[in-house]
Structure formats: C-alpha cells, structure tokens
C-alpha cells in the first residue's frame, strides 16, 4: 500500500521507520518529514493542516493510507475532511474523528467524558471570562498546589502548576484576559494537585475493539534531576517498572475499557491510537490527560520494542479485525535520549551542522526530530533535534548506550540529559 504519512518529528521518523519494513509498504510519503524520514520515504514540502494540498497529492499519488503523526491535522478535522469528499472516502485516515479528537482539543471535554464514563481522574472546575471572578475566588480557598490547563492545544506548555494562592490568580488572569496560551487559554481548567509518578499507556483502537502496545514514561523538564522548565520531552524510557500486570490490568479495567466503550456509546468515530497520560497514585491509576496520537519522545521507544507489522495492525483496524491480532514486545528495555538546542525551551538557533550520527543497529536507532537536509550535510531545525534510542537486557545498560552516542554527536550548544529513567536505576 502507498502511505502518506503526516509530520516532522522524531515521533513522525519512528512511525516511517516502522511502517517502511513492513512488506504491505509500497512507497511511503512523509509530509514534510525531516533528514531522518528522508531514510524512509520520500519527503513531501506540504503542511499537515494544508488539507486541499493533502487531497490533490492523494489523488496524485494513489495514496491507500493517511496516517497523521502530531494532533494539528486530527484536531482540525482531516479525518471528517477525508470521510465527506467522494473522491478520497476510499482513503483511510488513522485517527479519530474531529469529535473525538476533542479528547486531545479539549481538556474540559476530556474531563465531562471521563465524568460520564466514571474514569478515574483528579477533581476539577473550568472558568472562562463570563465566570472569571467566580474562579478567582475558587483559586483563593483552593488546597496547594494548584494545576491549571488550557483547556485548547498549547503545543505542550499550557500545563502551570502553581504554589501560592497568589501565583495562580496571576496565572489564571494572564490565560484568560491576557491571552497568555492564545485562544487555548480561553478556557481554564482548574485541577486538583495528584501526587504520584506518572506513565504514559497507548493503545491501537478501531471504536470497538483495542489493542494495548509497550507503555513508557517520559521526562519532561530540562533539568536533570526533573528541574527548570518544561519542554516537549527529554527522553522516554520501556517498560515502566512499576506497571506491572496488577497495576496495568487495573489501568485496562478503570480506564482503557471504558474510554473505548465510552467513545462507541456515544456514537464517536474512533479510529487509531489512544494516548492515556496517567499517573500512579498508591497503585491506583488516574487520568490526567488523553491524547489522540503517539506521544512524542515515547514513541522513540515504543516503535523499537514492538514486533509486530505497523501496517498489519493498522489493516486490522481499518477492517475491524484489530481483536484477533496480538501484541508482542521484545523483551529488552528501551531508554530515549533526546539532544536539543542551547536555549531550548526558549529562544534557540537553528542551522547547526551535525556530525558523528552513527547508522542505526539491531540495538540502537538515532531518530531525527527537529533536522533538515542542507546540501550534502544534516543541519538543526528545530529545539528537539535528535533521540538516541538503545535497547539492552536492562535499562542501565541502554541509558548508558544511549549516552554514549549522544556524547559522540556534535552540533553547536548541544544539551541533553543523562539521567532519563533515574528513579528506576
């Protein structure tokens, strides 16, 4: 089958790595890809969100599958795009509807399904500016420390956790009257403070049946040691220790089960992967969070220890048949390490030449996440620019592999951390 794969990120490399060993690829496409995805396929210069580009290329292409890395394109809607145009509905999309995506697009959504449904999740109350003084006195008489969410799409940063009454009011009043996360903030989630270690569990779905793949933890500050700011991810590592089969039969009976029976009782188009941030309290699962793809840098890590065929799993779900597959995991540990710009963060560079990346092996894979072509050499494009991804018997053994070669990397105001899965080695 021909493939038209949509983003630029490592997350987006993993995916094209993965689907291009598949015997069922034909020729894969990577819109717009990066140096990496240009290994895989064929990179395409072409937006995720720029849908009437995307239908004239499918038409062009005889494309047999879309496959939407990042949330941009499935919250905008290209799954209902694809289903209400007669010349691509023989096009499958693998991701939800624009409805469903709303589980990613909205946190105030995600929360009133997880009410319905009776999902385990922190306590909460959303504000906007028609009840803003109402959530500021809400704030005042608040326990500490307080979350408060954007309830749109911030591109990962409209998550503040604050430690004084007085900082969340400012917070709050800076999403909501000075547009602080844009048109995401609008809308304020205020949540209750859970303390725990957090997981990331995904699944493969086709709206009835699922499939649950490696689970993986990822580190979000820059800092090593989980200090200073957050970013898009510093690294990931699979399996999570403490997800055991006790632990994840709860997470499938508490939370997976009745997402996907929730999503079919409500009539909600579902197609594709479920990303179910979570964090253990006391050995009980909670929601924080739904995502309507792979998370990224976890996918780094996720891709590498499935062993099954990417593009037979997602036929099965195109067919409905995703309940007679099974899901096998190879049984070494696999630890992310991701080398970002100096700044990143914030303010960052770009067009820094890159050296020493090595060819990837049965036990390490360098995945390209923010990198571009620049004649003959591989230059920087992006905060996130490389994850080092080993796999080993135990997770020490594939940190320190992965350091090894991060070290090995050269570009300008490389940074990185070397503690990725410290509380487990």
């Known amino acids: 089958m021909n493939v038209l794969l949509l983003g630029s990120g490592g997350r987006e490399h993993a995916l094209a790595r993965k689907m291009s060993q598949s015997p069922q690829c034909g020729q894969l496409f990577i819109a717009p890809g990066n140096a990496g995805t240009s290994q895989c396929g064929t990179n395409v210069d072409m937006g995720v969100s720029e849908f009437e580009k995307i239908r004239a290329f499918c038409l062009e292409n005889a494309i047999d599958l879309v496959v939407p890395g990042s949330e941009e394109a499935l919250v905008n809607g290209i799954y209902d795009f694809f289903a209400g145009d007669a010349a691509l509905q023989h096009i499958p999309v693998m991701g939800p509807s624009q409805e469903g995506a709303r589980l990613e697009g909205s946190k105030a959504f995600a929360k009133l399904f997880m009410q319905r449904h009776q999902i385990p999740t922190a306590a909460y109350r959303e504000f906007n500016a028609d009840n803003f003084e109402e959530g500021v006195a809400y704030l005042q008489q608040h326990s500490l420390p307080i979350v408060l969410k954007a309830d749109g799409l911030a591109a990962g940063k409209g998550v503040v956790i604050t430690s004084s009454h007085e900082e969340a009011v400012t917070e709050f009043e800076q999403m909501i009257r000075d547009a602080k996360f844009g048109d995401?903030?609008?809308?304020?989630?205020?949540?209750?403070?859970?303390?725990?270690?957090?997981?990331?569990?995904?699944?493969?779905?086709?709206?009835?049946?699922?499939?649950?793949?490696?689970?993986?933890?990822?580190?979000?500050?820059?800092?090593?040691?989980?200090?200073?700011?957050?970013?898009?991810?510093?690294?990931?590592?699979?399996?999570?220790?403490?997800?055991?089969?006790?632990?994840?039969?709860?997470?499938?009976?508490?939370?997976?089960?009745?997402?996907?029976?929730?999503?079919?009782?409500?009539?909600?188009?579902?197609?594709?992967?479920?990303?179910?941030?979570?964090?253990?309290?006391?050995?009980?699962?909670?929601?924080?969070?739904?995502?309507?793809?792979?998370?990224?840098?976890?996918?780094?890590?996720?891709?590498?220890?499935?062993?099954?065929?990417?593009?037979?799993?997602?036929?099965?779900?195109?067919?409905?048949?995703?309940?007679?597959?099974?899901?096998?995991?190879?049984?070494?540990?696999?630890?992310?390490?991701?080398?970002?710009?100096?700044?990143?963060?914030?303010?960052?560079?770009?067009?820094?030449?890159?050296?020493?990346?090595?060819?990837?092996?049965?036990?390490?894979?360098?995945?390209?996440?923010?990198?571009?072509?620049?004649?003959?050499?591989?230059?920087?494009?992006?905060?996130?620019?490389?994850?080092?991804?080993?796999?080993?018997?135990?997770?020490?053994?594939?940190?320190?592999?992965?350091?090894?070669?991060?070290?090995?990397?050269?570009?300008?105001?490389?940074?990185?951390?070397?503690?990725?899965?410290y509380e487990f080695i």
């Open 184 to 421: 995401a903030g609008k809308t304020v989630v205020i949540e209750q403070f859970l303390t725990g270690i957090e997981l990331s569990v995904f699944v493969l779905t086709d709206g009835h049946s699922y499939q649950i793949l490696p689970e993986a933890k990822d580190y979000k500050r820059i800092g090593e040691g989980d200090k200073g700011l957050n970013t898009g991810g510093m690294g990931a590592v699979s399996p999570v220790p403490f997800a055991d089969a006790a632990f994840m039969k709860k997470v499938e009976d508490q939370v997976i089960r009745p997402t996907v029976t929730g999503l079919s009782k409500e009539g909600i188009k579902y197609n594709g992967f479920i990303f179910f941030g979570l964090i253990n309290v006391e050995g009980e699962p909670f929601v924080i969070e739904y995502n309507c793809r792979m998370g990224d840098p976890e996918t780094e890590v996720v891709m590498p220890r499935l062993q099954n065929d990417l593009l037979e799993l997602f036929t099965a779900v195109i067919d409905g048949k995703l309940a007679e597959q099974t899901i096998y995991a190879d049984s070494r540990a696999a630890a992310t390490v991701m080398l970002v710009s100096k700044g990143y963060p914030e303010a960052y560079e770009k067009n820094k030449v890159i050296t020493g990346i090595p060819a990837p092996t049965n036990d390490q894979i360098v995945f390209h996440a923010g990198t571009k072509a620049s004649g003959a050499e591989i230059v920087s494009n992006g905060g996130r620019v490389l994850a080092v991804t080993s796999l080993a018997t135990n997770l020490a053994m594939a940190l320190a592999h992965s350091v090894q070669t991060a070290e090995q990397i050269a570009f300008e105001g490389k940074t990185y951390r070397r503690d990725i899965g």
